[in-house]
């Protein structure tokens, strides 16, 4: 309890106040051990009833009932926060555009390069240009457009008629 520390929402609990630990009046005294008592005695009752070996119905347990209820019926109590909101957005909302986003964006746009091997652009064919799968130069008329640039004479068979 002595590395206990506040919640930035929450006051300290009466009962983790450092100045209460030892310093109990008599009346506060008598009251947590009459609860204690009262504890102890519940305790017993439902552990009497529970082994008993003769019995025929259900022991009702109304803690149980209570949690089984707050359980089953959490939107009754529910109260929106600042909290609540925040992560309703987060795992409601955001995931939305996320998937949008995901869906509707061009594939090609997002890789950062066209070849799923690394080092895929070099070699002998290094200067065509395939930086778009869809592209519609072709490999003849790259290599005819790079001779024409260098002023040789170019062999193709459509330029050849």
């Known amino acids: 309890m002595a590395d ?55 022991i009702e347990d109304p803690a149980l009932t209570r949690w089984v209820y707050a359980r089953t019926n959490p939107y009754n109590h529910f109260r929106a926060t600042k909290k609540t909101s925040l992560l309703g957005g987060l795992f409601g909302v955001v995931p939305l555009f996320v998937l949008y986003y995901v869906l509707k964006t061009d594939r090609y746009n997002l890789r950062p390069s066209p070849h799923p091997y690394p080092g895929a652009n070099q070699g002998p064919s290094a200067h065509i240009n395939n930086s778009h799968p869809r592209s519609i130069v072709t490999h003849r008329s790259t290599k005819a457009a790079a001779l024409a640039e260098q002023g040789e004479p170019t062999t193709s068979r459509s330029q050849s008629k």
């Open 4 to 58: 206990y520390r506040e919640a930035p929402l929450a006051t300290r609990p009466k009962t983790l106040d450092p100045a209460e630990y030892f310093n109990l009046s008599l009346d506060q005294r008598r009251a947590e051990e009459e609860r204690a008592g009262l504890r102890a005695q519940l305790k017993r009752q439902y552990q009497m009833q529970l082994n008993n070996p003769h019995r025929k119905e259900l």
